[in-house]
C-alpha cells in the first residue's frame, strides 16, 4: 500500500531537548516536505526536498532542520524545541514537479507536538 | 510570492444546505489550483485540482470548483451537504508548477444532521 509514514504521532517534551520526527514514504518520490498546521494559519513549508541531498527553506524554517540522505526518509529535526514549535506536523512526498497533474501530493497522518 | 486566502473559518450548515466556500489567491501568472480535505483525527486528502481547460471541475463526494481568474478565485461548492462532508477544508496554489505547495487558513465546516 502506497503511503506516507510519520512516527511519532504524538509527542511531548520539554524546552531545549532535541528531538527528530521521522518519515517515510515507500512511493519512490522524489519531493518530500514538511508542513505544520495551527489553527486560522492552514499548513505553513517548513521545509521540502527534490531529491537525495537537496533540501530548501520553505516559509517557515527557523528552528528546525532537515535531511535527505535517502529518497525514501525525510526526517525532521528540533534541535531545541520551544513551546512556539508545538503544533501539528505533516509530512507529504510526490513526483516532481511538485503537484503535477498526475501525481498529487500524499500526506501522512501527522504527528503532534507538544513543547513545554 | 503566492498567497491564498480562505475568508470563512468556520460555517455550519444543516444537511441539504447548498455549500460554497471562498478561495482567493494572490499571483499573476500560471497557477494550479486544489481543494483539500481533513477529515477528524486524518491527514489531508485531494479533493479535486485545476491546472488548465475547463475552469469548472469535478471531485470526488460532489463536489466542484470553478476558477474565476479575472477574480482570482477557486471557490468550493457542493448543491446538498451531507452530515459526513463535517471536516477541514483547504484551499492550495501551486504558482508555474514550481515546487511550493501554499496552503490557504482553512475552513472549518460542521453539518448538523
Known amino acids: 500500500e502506497a503511503q506516507v509514514t510519520q512516527n511519532p504521532r504524538y509527542l511531548i517534551t520539554v524546552t531545549g531537548k532535541k528531538l527528530t520526527v521521522t518519515c517515510s514514504q515507500n512511493?519512490?518520490?522524489?519531493?518530500m516536505s514538511w508542513y505544520r498546521q495551527d489553527p486560522g494559519l492552514g499548513l505553513r513549508q517548513i521545509y521540502y526536498s527534490m531529491n537525495v541531498e537537496v533540501t530548501d527553506k520553505g516559509d517557515v524554517p527557523e528552528g528546525y532542520k532537515v535531511s535527505r540522505k535517502e529518497k525514501r526518509n525525510f526526517p525532521l529535526i528540533l534541535e531545541s524545541p520551544s513551546p512556539n514549535q508545538t503544533s501539528l506536523y505533516f509530512c507529504?512526498?510526490?513526483?516532481?514537479?511538485?503537484?503535477?497533474?498526475?501525481?498529487?501530493?500524499?500526506f501522512g497522518n501527522g504527528t503532534r507536538l507538544t513543547v513545554t | 510570492a503566492q498567497s491564498v486566502s480562505q475568508h470563512n473559518h468556520h460555517v455550519i450548515l444543516s444537511e441539504a444546505a447548498s455549500l460554497e466556500l471562498g478561495c482567493n489567491y494572490s499571483?499573476?501568472?500560471?497557477?494550479?489550483l486544489f481543494w483539500y480535505v481533513q477529515y477528524p483525527g486524518q491527514h489531508l486528502q485531494l479533493l479535486l485540482k485545476?491546472?488548465?481547460?475547463?475552469?469548472l471541475v469535478k471531485g470526488i463526494k460532489g463536489f466542484e470548483a470553478e476558477f474565476i481568474k479575472s477574480k482570482f478565485s477557486f471557490n468550493l461548492r457542493k448543491p446538498s451537504v451531507q452530515w459526513s462532508d463535517t471536516a477541514e477544508y483547504f484551499c492550495?496554489?501551486?504558482?508555474?508548477?514550481?515546487?511550493?505547495?501554499?496552503f490557504g487558513g482553512g475552513t472549518r465546516l460542521m453539518v448538523k444532521p
Open positions: 492550495a496554489v501551486n504558482a508555474e508548477a514550481g515546487n511550493m505547495l501554499t
Open positions: 499571483y499573476g501568472g500560471t497557477v494550479n
Open positions: 485545476y491546472f488548465s481547460g475547463d475552469p
Open positions: 512511493m519512490n518520490h522524489e519531493y
Open positions: 507529504a512526498s510526490g513526483s516532481l514537479p511538485a503537484s503535477s497533474y498526475n501525481s498529487p501530493l500524499h
